[in-house]
C-alpha cells in the first residue's frame, strides 16, 4: 500500500511554511518522509498513519497518548519516534500539534 497522498500533502503544506525552504523529501519506509536541514522530521507511513520524531525525555507523556506506539525496526525499538494511527491525525488541530512537536525537537539538532 502506497502512503496517504492527502496526509503528506498537508504535512508538506505545514512543513513548507516552518521550514522556510530547507525541506527535502525522501521515500521511505515504504512512505514518503520530510526532513528539514537534513533531519528527518516525520514520515507518511504506507499503513496511513505518521511516523513522527518526538524528544526522547517525552517518552512516557507521548506514549501515553491514544493512538500512539513506539517505532520499531528489526524487532529493536527506536528511541525518538513514535507511530500515530491515522484517526488520531484526521482534523486538522491533532495533525498541526504532531507536526509543531516534532518540529520543535527537530529544531534543536544541528542541521546535517
Known sequence: MAYDERLAE???ERLL???EGALTEK???GGLGFMVDGNLVLAASRTGGLL???DPADAEE???LEGVEQMESAGRKMPGW???AADV??????LDDWVE???TFVATLPPK
Open 62 to 64: 507521548v506514549l501515553a
Open 52 to 54: 513522527v520524531r518526538t
Open 101 to 103: 512537536r516534532s518540529l
Open 17 to 19: 511554511v516552518a521550514a
Open 10 to 12: 498537508e504535512v508538506r
Open 82 to 84: 513514535v507511530f500515530v
Open 89 to 94: 491525525i484526521r482534523d486538522e488541530e491533532s
Open 27 to 29: 521515500r521511505m519506509f
